[in-house]
């Protein structure tokens, strides 16, 4: 199985971006799927993960502002993000999950004036 990430860019605080990872077979092949991120220093930490059924959960630093989704039709898994912060700065990656985890490559995030 693989995970392509793409959409990842440089954006002003307060602006948005909608990262893409397209998946190499159905996405119902996974119990769920995510996103995660990992600034400088930092540990890699979960954003948003959708499962199965369409439930979601986020991250609390980007609850309100971040929408996670899929489009079943292309296998195709989004993160829309609103209301960019500094913070949010980071490499974004994919993650399916069924079993083992598999993870895309991982997309740059740069929030910054």
């Known amino acids: 199985v693989q995970l392509q990430a793409s959409g990842g860019g440089l954006v002003q605080p307060g602006g948005s971006l909608r990262l893409s990872c397209a998946a190499s077979?159905?996405?119902?092949?996974?119990?769920?799927m995510g996103w995660h991120r990992q600034a400088p220093g930092n540990e890699r930490e979960l954003v948003a993960v959708i499962r199965t059924g369409g439930s979601t959960n986020y991250g609390d630093s980007v609850k309100g502002r971040f929408t996670i989704s899929r489009d079943i039709a292309t296998n195709t898994m989004y993160l829309q993000m609103n209301s960019l912060k500094p913070e949010d700065t980071g490499v974004y990656y994919c993650?399916?999950?069924?079993?083992?985890?598999?993870w895309g490559q991982g997309t740059l995030v740069t929030v910054s004036s």
């Open positions: 993650r399916g999950s069924r079993g083992g985890h598999y």
């Open positions: 077979k159905s996405i119902f092949s996974f119990n769920s």
